[in-house]
């Protein structure tokens, strides 16, 4: 199981979020 830190998860999450709202 890969091992996210706290801020990578954030990164992710709104690398998404900005990706879904730039649609």
Known sequence: ???L???D???QF???T???LSE
């Open 14 to 16: 709104e690398e998404m």
């Open 5 to 7: 830190s706290q801020d």
């Open 1 to 3: 199981m890969a091992k």
């Open 9 to 11: 998860l954030l990164a």
């Open 18 to 20: 900005l990706i879904e």
